[in-house]
Antibody, heavy 119, light 108 residues
Framework: QVQLQESGPGLVKPSETLSLTCSVP????????WTWIRQTAGKGLEWIGR???????DYNPSLKSRVTMSVDTSESQVSLKLTSVTAADTGMYYC?????????????WGQGTLVTVSA | EIVLTQSPDTLSLSPGERAALSCRSS???????LAWYQQKPGQGPRLLIF???SRATGIPERFSGSGSGTDFTLTINTLEAEDFAVYFC?????????FGGGTKVEIK
């Protein structure tokens, strides 16, 4: 079983930037693509995007103007930044490891981290 | 984007019964790129089925997937206590990947 652990502030103020990291196994960080998904009351499960090393970053068009994902090999972390957050961004955020680098289903999921956007 | 519609919203069944969950797509799903996940309260989803009908590692044989084009089904034969959960379908053939709204399988 692959262990993934999301971390970051549980509370973010409106208009600020949400920053999350996902700790992943160091021996696989460059071998797979990594996906961020959120679960909100308004939209259910929503695919945010996925990243594969420095080769690929594919974002949901609905969030693309606000999202950046990156891979930090030295820290064995995958990160998510979402700018200009509003209450609609409140939800559970999951990172996941895809089955490989070219297919888009999530084989392993983290436990998720709850993010609340509120002043 | 492709919209996935799951039905029913809730399925009330008894242990030992068979469950059939539907997932319909607004467009044909490319390359059989459809997956099913199970989610229990307080947990992240777990992959059950990928490529329409392939079981993920460690998933019991009572779970099976079928379908093509725009109509897909997850069947759970002989429901066991641990199967009562919420199930989601996902298409990953076209970006953005999208999920269905979920079907809750509850104990009758």
């Amino acid at each position: 079983q692959v262990q993934l652990q999301e971390s970051g502030p549980g509370l973010v103020k409106p208009s600020e930037t949400l920053s999350l990291t996902c700790s992943v196994p160091s021996d696989s960080i460059n071998a797979y693509s990594w996906t961020w998904i959120r679960q909100t009351a308004g939209k259910g499960l929503e695919w945010i995007g996925r990243v594969y090393g420095s080769v690929l970053a594919d974002y949901n068009p609905s969030l693309k103007s606000r999202v950046t994902m990156s891979v930090d090999t030295s820290e064995s972390q995958v990160s998510l930044k979402l700018t200009s957050v509003t209450a609609a961004d409140t939800g559970m955020y999951y990172c996941g490891r895809d089955a490989n680098s070219w297919t888009g289903y999530v084989k392993y999921w983290g436990q998720g981290t709850l993010v609340t956007v509120s002043a | 984007e492709i919209v996935l519609t799951q039905s029913p919203d809730t399925l009330s069944l008894s242990p030992g019964e068979r469950a059939a969950l539907s997932c319909r797509s607004s467009q044909s799903v490319r390359s059989s790129s459809l997956a099913w996940y199970q989610q229990k309260p307080g947990q992240g989803p777990r992959l059950l089925i990928f490529d329409v009908s392939s079981r993920a590692t460690g998933i019991p044989e009572r779970f099976s997937g079928s379908g093509s084009g725009t109509d897909f089904t997850l069947t759970i034969n002989t429901l066991e206590a641990e199967d009562f959960a919420v199930y989601f379908c996902q298409q990953y053939g076209t970006s953005p990947r999208t999920f269905g709204g979920g079907t809750k399988v509850e104990i009758k």
